[in-house]
């Protein structure tokens, strides 16, 4: 397992720009597959996008060219761009990690607030 922290939420207009981040603690990120998910009001929790190395990323259809996920080993991070936000990327966005070994992220974070509002 490891502690994962996210932040970076706010209040944005349509079309802007945020940077989630998600700060890890207990072990090495790098040695996890990391993701982000996110739950709007009244749905289910959605996969967002994810990533084991710089090359090896995966986006949701709905997020692919907007969003990009990366990993700074070294601060033990991974980031969330989010450009051209609309008004239904708002909602809770989560920090995932899972060892590659692991059929489900079981590590996750308390969640950050995005609100996308016109």
């Known amino acids: 397992q490891v502690q994962l922290v996210e932040s970076g939420g706010g209040m944005v207009q349509a079309g802007e720009s945020l940077r989630l981040s998600c700060a890890g603690s207990?072990?090495?990120?790098?040695?996890?597959?990391m993701g982000w998910f996110r739950q709007a009001p009244g749905k289910e929790r959605e996969f967002v996008a994810g990533?084991?190395?710089?090359?090896?990323?995966n986006y949701a259809d709905s997020v692919k060219g907007r969003f990009a996920i990366s990993r700074d080993n070294y601060n033990n991070a991974v980031y969330l761009q989010m450009n051209s936000l609309k008004l239904e990327d708002t909602g809770v966005y989560y920090c995932?990690?899972?060892?590659?070994?692991?059929?489900?992220?079981?590590?996750w974070g308390q969640g950050t607030q995005v609100t996308v509002f016109s």
């Open positions: 990533t084991w190395t710089p090359a090896s990323t």
């Open positions: 207990g072990r090495p990120l790098s040695g996890f597959v």
């Open positions: 995932v990690a899972k060892l590659r070994s692991d059929t489900a992220f079981r590590s």
